[in-house]
């Protein structure tokens, strides 16, 4: 008998993957692991954008996924790089109460410096894609760049979509979404967020910069996507 199509994708997908744990997965003794590249901001243009490194975490997460009919844990491990750049404070009285986080972050929007946010800020997630059977087991392959403002915009009453962009990274044209965001605090002041989603060797890259409407960053933020790097990848 033909071995069923599924199976045999599955089978062939674990192959590529032995060194993480695939046969145990296949057998249900143990979990199928993805590792992401880490993606981050090279120096030149880090030095260009007046912008500095404000930390970086390894990310791990564990999710059920049923293949074949089988249910197995699937382990995801994401990097996330951070970085921000201090601003006048007469700019930053929209961020104190307008926190945002980001994909991977808490709702902290940066650094903080009396009752106002000391730094704009940029933050990078890299996560595998952690395709199985032809199907993305990632919950974030699904989200468009809207439905990530949405879910990782603290406290967002309105939303509004500003446009779209074409910048030039990691060998191809992405498109940047840019929203302007207000919160239930009654403050009346706004925030642009910046979102693009990127496709690269195997893993999902989300870009994320977030600053008050009264600060011109975009032309700074286009510079950090442009210098994007995958050391490893």
Known sequence: MAPHPRRAVVAVVC???LSTGCVGF??????????????????????EAD??????????RTLNATVSGQTRQVLITSHRYA??????ADDLAAVSDNATGGPGENASGGEQTGEATASVRFSVLSTPGARVAGRSLN???????????ERFTADSTDIEFQGNRTVEALGADRTVSTYRTNTSSGSGAALLVHVA???????????????PESVDEQARVDTLIAGLERPDG
């Open 15 to 17: 192959v590529s993957l």
């Open 26 to 47: 296949l057998m249900g003794s143990g979990p199928l692991e993805f590792r992401a590249n880490e993606t981050v901001v090279g120096d030149d243009a880090l030095s």
């Open 51 to 60: 912008y500095r490194p404000a930390g970086n975490d390894t990310l791990n």
């Open 83 to 88: 970085y921000n750049r201090s601003v006048d």
């Open 139 to 149: 919950p974030l392959s699904s989200l468009s760049n809207r439905d990530i403002v």
């Open 197 to 211: 989603t990127i496709e690269h060797d195997g893993d999902i890259v989300v870009i994320w910069a977030v600053h």
